[in-house]
């Protein structure tokens, strides 16, 4: 089983729909983190989470929202999708406390593909 | 404002040679840089950190080298293989907090 499990992979769905994706972690971090991939593009950061009690806006938030329901699970909303929020949406979690032995990686999920018509 | 650029979108490497990928970064507060390997339809995954304390750090097959003075990262790959084709990732950090990407460089083998 994956250690990060986003869900759904694929989601065809119309403009003005409510959309929940979700992610679910089996590594114990603390740190979950929403990414958006546009093709031809890098990885866009939505909203970042550092303890359950802890949401923090990223780059484009705007037009998304996340919930925080415990430390393995971190949920980001569409409330009303529009078609330029088509792209994959990536899932990700760290450990990461500065320290010499730790590093920043960040270990992805596999991506949930939104298609807004 | 941060960003992370990089030069050169696509990049062609004959088997065999070695490979460098370049970024550019613009936030000299920056103090930790990560290069993230992306296959086709997976998700990121890392390949190699380095702190702003260090100017070059090396791992299998590969070499991070870190220019604060002109704010440059670069990703160099020993012997490229075919396994090697992805698109590459420069990120950094301030201060252990949010990663930021840059828009990646596209590596084809050659065989």
């Known amino acids: 089983d994956a250690d990060v499990t986003q869900t759904p992979r694929n989601r065809i769905t119309k403009t003005g729909k409510r959309i929940m994706l979700e992610c679910s972690q089996t590594?114990?971090?603390?740190?979950m983190y929403w990414y958006r991939q546009d093709p031809g593009l890098g990885l866009q950061l939505i909203y970042y989470?550092?303890?359950?009690?802890?949401?923090n806006k990223g780059e484009i938030s705007d037009g998304y929202s996340v919930s925080r329901q415990a430390q393995a699970k971190f949920s980001l909303s569409l409330e009303s999708a529009i078609p330029n929020q088509t792209a994959l949406y990536f899932c990700?979690?760290?450990?990461?406390?500065?320290?010499?032995?730790?590093?920043?990686?960040?270990?992805f999920g596999e991506g949930s593909r939104l298609t807004v018509l | 404002g941060e960003s992370v650029g990089l030069h050169l979108p696509t990049l062609s490497v004959q088997e065999g040679d070695n490979s460098i990928i370049n970024c550019a970064y613009s936030?000299?507060?920056?103090?930790?840089f990560i290069w993230y390997k992306q296959e086709s339809g997976k998700g990121p995954q890392f390949i190699i950190d380095?702190?702003?304390?260090?100017d070059k750090r090396q791992g299998q097959r590969v070499t991070v080298l870190l220019n604060k003075t002109v704010k440059h990262l670069s990703l160099q790959i020993a012997a490229t293989q075919p396994g090697d084709s992805a698109v590459y990732f420069c990120a950094e950090s301030r201060g252990y907090q949010k990663v930021t990407f840059g828009t990646g460089t596209k590596l084809q083998v050659i065989p």
């Open positions: 590594k114990g971090h603390d740190r």
């Open positions: 380095i702190r702003s304390n260090m």
């Open positions: 989470s550092f303890d359950v009690k802890d949401i």
């Open positions: 936030n000299s507060a920056s103090d930790y």
């Open positions: 990700a979690t760290s450990d990461w406390t500065g320290g010499v032995s730790n590093t920043g990686e960040l270990f």
